[in-house]
């Protein structure tokens, strides 16, 4: 080999390793700059989303139709009549305000009107605010998740929630401005169901779940029976 090629052949050994690093370093550039631009997107994105979610919140709140309320409703959220009251007289059972806090978002609001509104609308006020109570104390219980919209729309839990069709579904009417009403003062003034500070659960009087604890049983208001715990 002479000296011009092993000069050549030198060159190449020294330089080429170079010449490659330099290709990939421009490549991880390239890619990095792919990356970063994607991420501002994705960054747009959840600011649109975000600012979506916002409005939609606020729609629900207003009463605004985001979702059309069915045509056929059937007897759970439409009420007929009132039920007459079958609650005994209980002194240690009443309606109080506390000062109590709650943390909430808007949407929240909704929820618990709702929850009252399927559960409790052809009821006595004070079987409102004990579907009301209920709702609360999961809230702040360990077992449950920890905000009120989260609790009324858990699966299997609140039968008109697994109708998922009717859950963002706007009521009208006299039962359920009185629903909203009472959501509002449970959230925003602290008002509670003295006596069921510790119910979590309930279920209609003519029907029997097998998890009733007749031992963890608190009382009867309308047609609910309440309970501390199930088996």
């Known amino acids: ?41 994705l960054t747009d994105n959840q600011k649109i989303l975000a600012d979506n979610q916002e409005k939609i919140m606020e729609r629900v709140y207003r009463n605004d ?23 005994k007289t209980n002194k240690l059972i009443k309606i ?11 949407l929240d609001m909704f929820c618990l009107a709702k929850n009252i509104y399927h559960e409790a609308s052809t009821e006595s006020k ?9 709702t609360i104390n999961r809230v702040r219980s360990k077992r449950y998740p920890n905000n009120i919209c989260n609790v009324v729309m858990q699966w299997r839990q609140f039968s008109w929630a697994n109708n998922k069709k009717i859950r963002w579904t706007h009521p009208k009417g006299k039962l359920w401005r009185e629903s909203k009403q009472i959501a509002e003062n449970v959230i925003l003034e602290g008002r509670r169901v003295k006596g069921l500070e510790g119910a979590l659960f309930y279920h209609a009087d003519y029907v029997y779940p097998r998890w009733r ?19």
């Open 65 to 87: 139709p985001v979702v059309p309320e069915p045509v056929d409703l059937g007897p759970v959220h439409t009420p007929i009549k009132k039920i007459i009251s079958k609650t």
């Open 126 to 134: 004070l079987g409102k605010y004990a579907v009301a109570q209920v």
């Open 96 to 106: 109080v305000d506390t000062n109590k806090q709650v943390s909430y978002i808007r």
């Open 213 to 231: 604890d007749l031992n963890a049983k608190i009382a009867k208001i309308d047609r609910h029976i309440f309970y501390t715990s199930a088996r």
């Open 1 to 41: 080999m002479s000296h011009s090629q092993r000069v050549i052949v030198g060159f190449l050994v020294v330089f080429m390793p170079v010449v490659y690093l330099f290709s990939l370093d421009a490549r991880q550039l390239n890619n990095y700059s792919k990356l970063t631009e994607i991420n501002e997107k």
